[in-house]
């Protein structure tokens, strides 16, 4: 009767080779393993749901009647502002709670199991697409709260949530590499904060370009964020498509081009 003698390397090959329908069906497993967390431990949803909130109300009552003359006129500048600051903000938490999960030895249990060794990176990548999901709601459910009414219409409206959901999605490649090759989720945080803080805030989401110092505003008006800001508000108040949209998907489609695959190098060297 004759033998077959595997080599080592080839026996590592073949434990962790999963087919493509193995893969997915492994990460949406690990999604819900990760929509179960939110479930148990519910103040992880704290930045999607009293962030929105908080933000609408302060900056509206606080700059409405300064920069546009009143409450009113002002919810179709800042609901679009706040919903992408708030959305892309919360991309941060997949890059702290992927750390969190290395260091706690959530990854080297999950080695030890039958299942593609990617789906847990894949898996909280599409779990947090619920949290986006929530914060785009809330917003839009606050500023209708308050008084806006796009003019862009519901299906406009449908078509700017799911673009600032697809963009978070794409950013959200960013910090998962930095919770990959970080040491602590605190540094992970810490690095996120200083690169979208800039970026949020230097931009067109909250006041006007034209407002801003001659010095400030070319970097305003090449600033991702103030691309995206424009084409959320271009659908959803006047139904319109414009180039800022183009930019924002292609953006979007850039980050994942390059940061998934050293994300998921780094991610396989590292479990």
Known sequence: MR???????????????TSFGQT????LTMAYRGL????????????????????TLMFTYIFGGAISGDIASYLPVIIPGILVQTV?????????????DMD????????????ARIAPLAGALLADTVRYTIATVLTFTMGFIMGYRPDGGLGNVAIAAVLVIVCAWAISWIFAFF?????????????????????????????PVDTMPNWLQWFVNINPISHLVTAVRDLANTGTIGW?????????GVIVAIFAPITVRAYMRRT
């Open 244 to 252: 800022d949209l183009g930019i924002s998907l292609i953006g979007a």
């Open 3 to 17: 033998t077959t003698t595997i080599r080592p390397g080839a026996e590592r090959k073949l434990k962790n080779y």
């Open 179 to 207: 919770g990959v090759i970080a040491r602590t989720a605190s540094s992970v945080q810490g690095i996120s904060m200083i690169v979208l803080f800039p970026l949020t805030f230097l931009s067109n989401a909250f006041v």
């Open 24 to 27: 997915i069906r492994n990460s």
């Open 104 to 115: 706690k030895g959530v990854f080297d249990r999950f080695k030890s199991l039958p299942i």
């Open 36 to 55: 179960l967390k939110i479930r148990r431990t519910p103040e992880q949803l704290f930045d999607v749901t009293l962030q929105p909130i908080i933000f």
């Open 88 to 100: 892309i903000t919360t991309s941060i938490v997949t890059g702290v709670q992927l750390r969190e």
